[in-house]
């Protein structure tokens, strides 16, 4: 038998976010996956803004950007010829230090996360399965067995997390439901090498109403992942009864967009499912990315959600380990991130679902309405601006919850606290330290800081500025930001608010 604080199982993105994020918290972990190695293929490709954000709090922020491939447009192909493009990332300078999404193949991605953690001293354990768990609430412990070469070993732990997949054994043995539903198309990913005008650096799109194909970029002369549909109509019998292959995929789409393909490095068909568990959390058990939800590939959030979980989840466990917070403080983390997840499952199934739905009215609309809309919409830099902010997560927020109180002018709590960069230095920097602190932009109260000092909770002080005015942020008030950036409460420069935030949530910062 051995012990640890949190049992993560599964070593994709999700659960390498969960376990280095816990251990830079100095939480014990053991992180196993029943495969012998990382992913191989490329896999989810987008990394966005509001992830690299968060990805800084370890160092890795621009690590990812230098490895990665900014993508900054889409081009909309119609019948064969380019008809439209939509920018992803021109109003966005201002708003984030990050303002693009970065393509970076899942494979080198987990890498990239492994050797951080490993650093750390934390390895993962590959081969390694989970074959049962059982909650022992008098003990307030969690008994796992695992099996690794034909080998069982017993491991209790004070919580565990399942991070598996979609087809999590975390959540099948807690037996939380997993509602939802199949989109009636098959579809394909496939990484090619090639040449044409849509291999570009850029996303390209055809909203034909033969075929619906989606051009990806990678990093590296002439690579691109692409993502089509499959139609079982147009599939021979034979092929129906057998495992498909790149050669059974319709090609007018591919032709149409002038696609040549000279090899198939990888190609995968499959159906695509969005539903939502029931629940996040089971007593001292609980589901995070891909093993609590599931959507279609559209606007590149599955990975990106699933790490946003991790990071949500990990400091809330590592405050009830370490005696800082009550468990309650645990039953947050379904509150805030169910919520976001069903309402992006609900985004995503209208966004798919137009852009692959058959008939002739919605063909219409894609391919007649839609070219002509677009490029006036987003000439205009509000629309700009709104759809850059709901891609790039950066308008995830968790107002009116449990752990947001106040507001301040433009800033509410639950909501990301505004970037703000003045002569090159920017008011996220403190953010790297994973930690409760305060941020007032202006003077602060002097009880404020004999508070804060009494305590040792950080004090963060800028000068005022018109830059901070801009950004919606209000001189000499007080921002109270958790340990995953997120504003807990905003108002008065005054500790007692926030004495009362504390006691209200029974946390020690």
């Known amino acids: 038998m051995s012990s640890t604080d949190v049992i993560i199982v599964g070593a ?26 990382g992913a191989i293929s490329t896999r989810a490709l987008a990394v966005q803004s509001r992830i690299l954000e968060l990805y800084s709090q370890i160092g890795l922020g621009h690590t990812v950007v230098d490895r990665g491939l900014p993508m900054t447009r889409i081009n909309g192909w119609i019948k064969g010829r ?17 303002p693009f999404v970065t393509i970076m193949p899942q494979h080198e991605h987990e890498a990239l996360l492994r050797d951080t953690l490993s ?26 067995t695992i099996k690794r070469n034909g080998v069982s070993e017993i491991v209790t732990s004070k919580f565990i997390a399942g991070c598996d997949g979609s087809h999590s054994i975390v959540r099948k043995d807690l037996g939380i439901d997993f509602p939802g539903g199949v989109y009636d198309q098959m579809f394909y990913v496939a990484d090619i090498e090639g040449y044409g005008p849509a291999i570009n650096g850029e996303l390209n799109v055809c909203l034909d109403n033969s075929d619906f194909l989606a051009v990806f970029p990678l990093a590296g002369t002439g690579r691109a992942r692409i993502i ?45 499912h969005h539903r939502v568990a029931n629940h996040f959390r089971k007593g001292r058990a609980f589901l995070v990315g891909d093993a609590a939800h599931v959507h279609s590939p559209a606007g590149g959030q599955g990975m990106n959600t699933g790490i946003g979980d991790a990071i949500n989840l990990a400091w809330k466990l590592a405050a009830v380990i370490q005696g800082k917070a009550q468990d309650g403080l645990l039953d947050t983390y379904e509150e805030e991130r169910r919520a976001f997840a069903l309402r992006l499952v609900a985004t995503t199934d209208r ?15 894609r391919t007649r309405i839609l070219p002509w809309i677009l490029p006036i919409l987003f000439s205009f830099q509000c629309v700009q601006r709104f759809q850059f902010r709901t891609v790039s997560q950066i308008s995830l927020n968790y107002r009116g919850m449990s752990l947001s109180r106040g507001r301040v002018d433009k800033v509410q709590a639950g909501e990301r606290l505004p970037w703000v960069l003045v002569d090159g230095q920017s008011n996220y920097e403190p953010l790297k330290k994973i930690q409760w ?42 921002y109270l930001l958790r340990p995953d950036t997120y504003v807990a409460f905003a108002g008065e420069s005054t500790p007692e608010h926030l004495r009362k935030y504390f006691d209200e949530q029974l946390i020690r910062p």
């Not at 969960?18 to 029943?34: E, G």
């Not at 009880?447 to 950004?471: G, K, M």
Request: charged letters at 20%; one cysteine or more.
């Open 437 to 478: 602190q305060v941020h007032v932009y202006g003077e602060p109260n002097s009880d404020l800081r004999a508070w804060c000092a009494d305590q040792d909770l950080p004090l963060v002080v800028f000068q005022w500025r018109s830059e901070y005015r801009s950004a919606g942020l209000t001189r000499d008030a007080a």
């Open 119 to 144: 650093d750390l001293g934390v390895e993962v354990e590959m081969d390694t399965e989970l074959v049962t768990f059982e909650d022992n609430v008098d003990a307030a412990t969690v008994t796992a």
């Open 351 to 365: 966004i798919f679902s137009g852009a692959t739905a058959e008939g002739w009215f919605r063909e219409f609309i």
């Open 12 to 37: 994709g993105p999700t659960g390498l976010a969960l376990a280095i994020w816990l251990t830079k918290q100095h939480v014990k972990v053991r992180i196993i996956d029943k495969a012998s190695q």
């Open 82 to 98: 380019h008809s439209f493009h939509v920018p992803v990332a021109n109003a966005a300078v201002g708003m984030t230090e990050f």
């Open 228 to 272: 089509g549909t499959i139609r079982q109509s147009s599939m021979t019998t034979e092929a129906r009864s057998r495992k498909l292959t790149f050669d059974d995929v319709g090609h007018k789409a591919i032709d149409q967009m002038k696609l040549q393909i000279s090899k198939v490095n990888w190609f995968s068909p499959h159906n695509v």
